[in-house]
C-alpha cells in the first residue's frame, strides 16, 4: 500500500475494538491506500487532571446544553490528538476517520483532488442527515464542493488542511463535543465544507463508542432546559446569519 499525493489517512480506534480495525484494514486494502491509526483515547481511563488539562466545565455549563460524557471527552481528546500531530510534524493535509464506517466507491477518487482540496481548511467526506447545502462549486465531472448554513453533526470523517488543525488547536480547552464544535466554526475562523457525493457513510452494523461507553446513550442522560434554550438561540443565530465557508 502507498500513501496516495503525499496525503496520509488517519483512522482512530480504541484498542479494544479490534473488529473495527479489522474491518477498515479490509476496505482501505482492497483499493490499495495505506492509512495509521490513532489509538482513541477511552475517556473512563483519564484521570481528573488529564480530563481538565483539555475539558471546561466552567465553559460547557456557559456555552453548552449539558455535561459531557466520558466518551465524548475521550472522543474529542483523540481527534485533537491527530490534529496535534499534524501541527508537530508540519503535515500539510490529511484524511481522519473513525473507525465505524463504510468506504464509497469514489472514496479513492478524492486523492486525484488533493490539490484542490487542500485550499480549504475542513471538508466533510459524510453526513447522516442529507442536510441540504447553501451554494454548490463544481470540483470535476466527479465531485462538488458544498457550504451549509447547518454543518453537519458527524465527525466520521473529514479532510482537514494544517492551517485548519491550527485553528481547531486555537481553543485552549474545550466544551462542546467535537462535531458540535465544528458548526460553531465561524469562533475559530475556521471553514467548513462538504464534499459530494460523499466518500464515506456510517456503518450502522458498529454501534457508536460514544454509545456504548454511555451505558446506551450517545451523551448524558439529562439536558439543562435553560441551558438548552441559551445554545439552541445562540446556534439559530449563528446559521442565520453566517455560512460555513464562501465559495
Given amino acids: 500500500m502507498s500513501i496516495i ?26 483499493i490499495n491506500v495505506a492509512f495509521e491509526r490513532i489509538p482513541a483515547v477511552k475517556g473512563n481511563n483519564l484521570t481528573t487532571t488529564e480530563i481538565n488539562q483539555e475539558y471546561s466545565k466552567i465553559l460547557n455549563k456557559k456555552y453548552f446544553r449539558a455535561d459531557l460524557s466520558m466518551g465524548e471527552i475521550g472522543c474529542y481528546i483523540s481527534h485533537r490528538n491527530v490534529w496535534r500531530k499534524m501541527v508537530a510534524e508540519n503535515i500539510a493535509f490529511a484524511v481522519i476517520l473513525e473507525d465505524d464506517m463504510n468506504i464509497e466507491s469514489n472514496f479513492i477518487q478524492l486523492f486525484s483532488l488533493s490539490e484542490t482540496l487542500i485550499k480549504y481548511d475542513l471538508i466533510k467526506l459524510a453526513d447522516n442527515r442529507n442536510h441540504q447545502p447553501k451554494q454548490i462549486s463544481s470540483l470535476d ?41 465544528m458548526q460553531f466554526c465561524q469562533e475559530l475562523d475556521l471553514s467548513v465544507f462538504g464534499l459530494r457525493p460523499y466518500p464515506i457513510s456510517e456503518n450502522k452494523n458498529f454501534a457508536s463508542d460514544i454509545t456504548l461507553l454511555n451505558g446506551g446513550f450517545h451523551g448524558t442522560k439529562s439536558t439543562n432546559f435553560i441551558r438548552n434554550i441559551k445554545y439552541r438561540i445562540h446556534l439559530w443565530y449563528l446559521r442565520k446569519t453566517h455560512l460555513s465557508g464562501e465559495l
Fill in 5 to 30: 499525493n503525499n496525503c496520509p489517512v488517519y483512522v482512530i480506534n480504541l484498542d479494544c475494538a479490534t473488529e473495527r480495525l479489522l474491518n477498515m484494514d479490509k476496505q482501505l486494502s482492497e
Fill in 141 to 181: 465531472q466527479q465531485f462538488e464542493l458544498i457550504n451549509f448554513t447547518k454543518i453537519p453533526n458527524c465527525a466520521t470523517g473529514y479532510t482537514l488542511n494544517l492551517a485548519g488543525a491550527k485553528k481547531l488547536l486555537a481553543r485552549d480547552k474545550f466544551y462542546r463535543p467535537v462535531d458540535i464544535d
